[in-house]
Nanobody
Framework: QVQLVESGGGLVQPGGSLRLSCVAS????????MGWYRQNPGKQRELVAV???????NYVDSVKGRFTISSDNAKNTVYLQMNSLKPEDTASYYC?????????WGQGTQVTVSS
């Protein structure tokens, strides 16, 4: 069992930055693929970025060059650094841990980009 707790969301002006954090409890953090997803009401949850257990990273096209995912295995934490934020980045952001058939979600943190 893995518990995930996100933090770092908030209100930011267009062009600003935020860093989201996701702390995982439980064992074997380094074995999991860790991802950040986002969702707006009435829309499907979208994969934003993922870092696999071997360190490979993928981003959705809309955030490439602006967002950076990273992990600190010693702290059981995955980060999402978000720069040059746009209003269309507004969403609830969720952390996900996945290993084979097991998938765990955090409670989400709201990011609002508005002037």
């Amino acid at each position: 069992q893995v518990q995930l707790v996100e933090s770092g969301g908030g209100l930011v002006q267009p062009g600003g930055s935020l860093r989201l954090s996701c702390v995982a409890s439980g064992s074997s953090f380094r074995l999991y693929a860790m991802g950040w997803y986002r969702q707006n009401p009435g829309k499907q949850r979208e994969l934003v970025a993922v870092i696999s257990s071997n360190g490979s990273i993928n981003y959705v096209d809309s955030v490439k060059g602006r967002f950076t995912i990273s992990s600190d295995n010693a702290k059981n934490t995955v980060y999402l650094q978000m720069n040059s934020l746009k209003p269309e980045d507004t969403a609830s952001y969720y952390c996900n841990a996945r290993l084979l058939a097991r998938s765990y979600w955090g409670q989400g943190t709201q990011v609002t980009v508005s002037s």
